[in-house]
């Protein structure tokens, strides 16, 4: 400091005093120049003047001596000032028109600057001795401050480490448990998505998967064999309307682990849904194994399930594919164990089937039946026909039952059993129910127009399960009843004891509301169920119809007639009334009427005719001759 302080002040005054004398040069220069271009004889005359404005002209400048020079270098006038050592001297010409004619000198002392500059000097060492002992008597408590500050800093940041150290292993831990977690979840998506949620029995995509790769096998290699055996439970939905989905659900989960029993360690059994299970052999020793297999499964579901404290029978058709060098695809052996399974089905149910070439034509054929039948419904192709009902006493024509017949384009008149199974699994039966329905209701209607006021004569409906089990029965029927006008006890609705068995108590319930329209009820083809005698107590029926293989089966001499006399004894202790079916001799007739039974039907008087004519047949009132 006792350096720097007078080193800088000289240096700034020092400038400072040169910068003034120039510009005091240049000033005074410039106004001497001035008076010369005017008075180029200026230097003979006019020293007095030039003294005094000069002395006028830097007043307030930089001081000192100034002098002032003609061209040959003679002074001409000057300001007289200390100029003691040392002195800082500077010059300036002076011009006329850019040529030299004369100089100006001023000169100044530089002993103020130095004194000050010593002035300052002394300062500057007082103020640094002053530094200098207040550095050397500070005392040592701010070092220890300093260094007790610096040490709780130094704690503060490392427990800061420490508190950041936690942070970052809670979140590496967070973070690996949600990497854990997503690994966790992405494993529970992929076994959900080839998986069956309800059974945990693989579904379709992973059983489609492993029978692509056994095709593969057997394509690469000749000696191997697999199969695919297609189950479909039967009449699954009564398990569902008795006990409730929840309970069939049970059932099937039930099922999937029998059928885990029934396998291999490295067979396939899938759940591809509703009720439908696929079973995929594979490496077979030979394709008896298949059909060994098949009735190991039919055998264990012979042993009744126990769910939510129900007593559960189920069976289940089966139908088998073996292995082929014509498979290419999956879809392809899943279809033919399909093909096969319905087979099954229309063979009696519980039963299994192999598959065979004539049973894809077969299924091209039910399929081509559902599109026809579909188009039939739009081109009102269907025609109801009727089947006239007598009275055994008056032998006359006391009612009709009518029939459903098909018009089809080109194969003529379609019988109902060559198309009602296919109506009714693909849920078009109901459309052809109501249809016949219709019209048997305004047929009569007509028909009773034509007869005499007092004639009384009645109509007799079919109604399927399918039908039976809709909600909306009784509005239709009422609804029927209220457009055509036709009375509700001229008609007659007969149902199966099917649909008793199957579910008695809400068939018992849609029954009596039907009743309450005032329409009759039958039960149709009576004495071929096994339980509904039971509910014969309970039903709201007005009469029953004997199937017609009883009727068949009667004697010359009146054997095997203890059934129809049981049903005519109980129909007649209920007050029911009872009519046979399938009448086609005399003796028949004979014998049920020396049975007492009330009316008949069959071929002995008519087989089922078009509307024509069965009515020429009621209202002419056609009889047979005894």
Same mark, same amino acid.
């Given at each position: 400091?006792?350096?720097?302080?007078?080193?800088?002040?000289?240096?700034?005054?020092?400038?400072?005093?040169?910068?003034?004398?120039?510009?005091?040069?240049?000033?005074?220069?410039?106004?001497?120049?001035?008076?010369?271009?005017?008075?180029?004889?200026?230097?003979?005359?006019?020293?007095?003047?030039?003294?005094?404005?000069?002395?006028?002209?830097?007043?307030?400048?930089?001081? %000192?001596?100034?002098?002032?020079?003609?061209?040959?270098?003679?002074?001409?006038?000057?300001?007289?000032?200390?100029?003691?050592?040392?002195?800082?001297?500077?010059?300036?010409?002076?011009?006329?028109?850019?040529?030299?004619?004369?100089?100006?000198?001023?000169?100044?002392?530089?002993?103020? =600057?130095?004194?000050?500059?010593?002035?300052?000097?002394?300062? %500057?060492?007082?103020? %640094?001795?002053?530094?200098?002992?207040?550095?050397?008597?500070?005392?040592?408590?701010?070092?220890?401050?300093?260094?007790?500050?610096?040490?709780?800093?130094?704690?503060?940041?490392?427990?800061?480490? +420490?508190?950041?150290? $936690?942070?970052?292993?809670?979140?590496?831990?967070?973070? =690996?448990?949600?990497?854990?977690?997503?690994?966790?979840?992405?494993?529970?998506? *992929?076994?959900? +998505?080839?998986?069956?949620?309800?059974?945990?029995?693989?579904?379709?995509?992973?059983?489609?998967?492993?029978?692509?790769?056994?095709?593969?096998?057997?394509?690469?290699?000749?000696?191997?064999?697999?199969?695919?055996?297609?189950?479909? *439970?039967?009449?699954?939905?009564?398990?569902?309307?008795?006990?409730?989905?929840? &309970?069939?659900?049970?059932?099937?989960?039930?099922?999937?682990?029998?059928? /885990?029993?029934?396998?291999?360690? %490295?067979?396939?059994?899938?759940?591809?849904?509703?009720?439908?299970? /696929? /079973?995929?052999?594979?490496?077979? &020793?030979?394709?008896?194994?298949?059909?060994?297999? #098949?009735?190991?499964?039919?055998?264990?579901?012979?042993?009744?399930?126990?769910?939510?404290?129900?007593? &559960?029978?189920?069976?289940?058709?089966?139908?088998? #594919? *073996?292995?082929?060098?014509?498979?290419?695809? #999956?879809?392809?052996?899943?279809?033919?164990?399909?093909? $096969?399974?319905?087979?099954?089905?229309?063979?009696?149910?519980?039963?299994?089937?192999?598959?065979?070439?004539?049973?894809?034509?077969?299924?091209?054929?039910?399929?081509?039946?559902?599109?026809?039948?579909?188009?039939?419904?739009?081109?009102?192709?269907?025609?109801?026909?009727?089947?006239?009902?007598?009275?055994?006493?008056?032998?006359?024509?006391?009612?009709?039952?009518?029939?459903?017949?098909?018009?089809?384009?080109?194969?003529?008149?379609?019988?109902?059993?060559?198309?009602?199974?296919?109506?009714?699994?693909?849920?078009?039966?109901?459309?052809?129910?109501?249809?016949?329905?219709?019209?048997?209701?305004?047929?009569?209607?007509?028909?009773?127009?034509?007869?005499? #006021?007092?004639?009384?004569?009645?109509?007799? &409906?079919? =109604?399927?399960?399918?039908?039976?089990?809709?909600?909306?029965?009784?509005?239709?029927?009422?609804?029927?009843?209220?457009?055509?006008?036709?009375?509700?006890?001229?008609?007659?609705?007969?149902?199966?004891?099917?649909?008793?068995?199957?579910?008695?108590? +809400?068939?018992?319930?849609?029954?009596?509301?039907?009743?309450?329209?005032?329409?009759?009820?039958?039960?149709?083809?009576?004495?071929?169920?096994?339980?509904?005698?039971?509910?014969?107590?309970?039903?709201?029926?007005?009469?029953?119809?004997?199937?017609?293989?009883?009727?068949?089966?009667?004697?010359?001499?009146?054997?095997?007639?203890?059934?129809?006399?049981?049903?005519?004894?109980?129909?007649?202790?209920?007050?029911?009334?009872?009519?046979?079916?399938?009448?086609?001799?005399?003796?028949?007739?004979?014998?049920?009427?020396?049975?007492?039974?009330?009316?008949?039907?069959?071929?002995?008087?008519?087989?089922?005719?078009?509307?024509?004519?069965?009515?020429?047949?009621?209202?002419?009132?056609?009889?047979?001759?005894?």
């Amino acid at each position: 400091m006792a350096l720097l302080l007078p080193s800088a002040y000289y240096s700034i005054a020092h400038n400072y005093r040169v910068g003034s004398m120039e510009t005091e040069l240049a000033m005074t220069a410039s106004t001497v120049s001035q008076e010369i271009t005017r008075n180029p004889e200026l230097w003979r005359y006019a020293q007095v003047r030039l003294e005094e404005m000069i002395s006028r002209r830097t007043q307030g400048g930089a001081g %000192g001596a100034l002098r002032i020079y003609d061209e040959k270098g003679d002074l001409v006038a000057e300001r007289k000032g200390l100029e003691s050592s040392p002195v800082l001297v500077r010059t300036y010409q002076l011009k006329d028109s850019g040529i030299a004619v004369g100089m100006i000198e001023i000169r100044t002392s530089l002993r103020p =600057l130095l004194i000050n500059t010593a002035i300052v000097a002394l300062i %500057g060492s007082a103020l %640094g001795l002053m530094v200098f002992l207040s550095l050397r008597i500070l005392p040592l408590r701010a070092i220890y401050q300093a260094e007790d500050s610096l040490r709780k800093s130094r704690d503060e940041m490392e427990a800061r480490v +420490a508190e950041r150290t $936690a942070e970052l292993t809670s979140s590496n831990q967070n973070l =690996l448990a949600e990497i854990e977690a997503r690994k966790t979840a992405e494993e529970q998506l *992929l076994h959900d +998505a080839f998986h069956d949620g309800l059974t945990g029995l693989p579904n379709r995509a992973l059983f489609m998967d492993r029978l692509t790769r056994a095709i593969a096998i057997a394509r690469r290699r000749k000696e191997y064999l697999f199969a695919v055996l297609f189950l479909d *439970l039967d009449r699954f939905k009564v398990v569902n309307d008795s006990l409730g989905h929840i &309970v069939g659900d049970k059932l099937l989960v039930a099922l999937g682990e029998r059928l /885990v029993t029934c396998l291999r360690p %490295g067979d396939t059994v899938a759940r591809l849904g509703g009720d439908e299970f /696929v /079973v995929l052999l594979e490496d077979m &020793v030979a394709a008896e194994n298949a059909v060994m297999i #098949a009735g190991r499964i039919d055998q264990e579901l012979k042993t009744p399930f126990i769910l939510a404290g129900h007593e &559960v029978f189920a069976s289940g058709s089966i139908g088998i #594919a *073996l292995s082929a060098s014509s498979y290419e695809k #999956a879809e392809q052996v899943l279809r033919d164990a399909d093909t $096969a399974m319905y087979q099954a089905k229309t063979r009696g149910r519980a039963q299994y089937a192999l598959f065979e070439p004539g049973m894809h034509a077969e299924a091209m054929k039910r399929l081509q039946l559902e599109s026809d039948l579909r188009r039939a419904l739009e081109r009102k192709e269907f025609m109801t026909y009727y089947q006239p009902i007598l009275s055994v006493k008056t032998n006359t024509v006391i009612g009709c039952e009518a029939l459903v017949r098909w018009q089809h384009p080109e194969r003529g008149i379609v019988f109902p059993g060559d198309f009602i199974q296919v109506a009714e699994e693909t849920g078009l039966l109901v459309a052809i129910d109501r249809l016949v329905l219709w019209d048997a209701c305004v047929q009569l209607q007509d028909w009773l127009a034509q007869l005499p #006021a007092n004639a009384e004569r009645f109509v007799s &409906v079919n =109604l399927s399960n399918k039908q039976l089990a809709r909600p909306d029965l009784v509005e239709h029927v009422a609804g029927v009843l209220k457009t055509t006008g036709l009375p509700p006890a001229m008609l007659k609705l007969e149902i199966t004891e099917t649909a008793i068995i199957e579910n008695p108590e +809400a068939t018992a319930e849609m029954l009596a509301q039907l009743r309450a329209l005032g329409v009759r009820l039958y039960i149709d083809d009576f004495g071929t169920g096994y339980s509904s005698l039971s509910y014969l107590y309970r039903l709201p029926i007005d009469g029953l119809k004997i199937d017609r293989s009883f009727i068949k089966r009667m004697g010359e001499k009146g054997e095997n007639q203890e059934i129809i006399k049981t049903i005519l004894a109980l129909a007649k202790d209920l007050g029911l009334d009872v009519i046979a079916e399938g009448v086609e001799t005399k003796q028949q007739l004979s014998q049920i009427d020396a049975l007492n039974c009330e009316s008949w039907q069959g071929y002995l008087f008519s087989k089922p005719v078009a509307s024509g004519e069965a009515a020429r047949m009621l209202l002419e009132q056609h009889t047979l001759p005894r």
